[in-house]
């Protein structure tokens, strides 16, 4: 079965740090585009940051550029969101959620929802003073 389960969430201050977890069952993500999405209450769910781990290809959202790194760790079937100076803006909940379509392998990865799948159910992230 494949699955995707978001971990590493919490409550922290503006400025604090946390990393996020998706951990891959039922198929090796290193080749699938693994994007991260979060969704504020009230808003709709938005793209911030795509990992294909098997060429090391990522992007981000500018409102996450400098702040943010993903990366994958493909022993553990892993992709990670490291998310550093937190502010209350980003605060929601986030997803990870997985990807095949694209003209070529670098086009895999979009900040848009379009054709992703094995969404996961969440983890929220709080930054709040």
């Known amino acids: 079965q494949v699955q995707l389960v978001e971990s590493g969430g919490g409550l922290v201050q503006p400025g604090e740090s946390l990393r996020l977890s998706c951990a891959a069952s039922?198929?090796?993500?290193?080749?699938?585009?693994i994007g991260w999405f979060r969704q504020a209450p009230g808003k709709e769910r938005e793209g911030v940051s795509c990992?294909?781990?098997?060429?090391?290809?990522?992007i981000y959202a500018d409102s996450v550029k400098g702040r943010f790194t993903i990366s994958g760790d493909n022993a553990k079937n892993t992709v990670y969101l490291q998310m550093n100076s937190l502010e209350p803006e980003d605060t929601g909940v986030y997803y990870c959620?997985?990807?095949?379509?694209?003209?070529?392998?670098?086009?895999?990865?979009?900040?848009?929802?379009?054709?992703?799948?094995?969404w996961g159910r969440g983890t929220q992230v709080t930054a709040s003073s």
């Open positions: 959620a997985a990807r095949t379509r694209g003209a070529t392998v670098y086009d895999m990865c979009i900040l848009g929802t379009d054709d992703f799948g094995a």
């Open positions: 039922g198929f090796g993500l290193e080749f699938y585009a």
């Open positions: 990992i294909v781990s098997s060429i090391g290809h990522a």
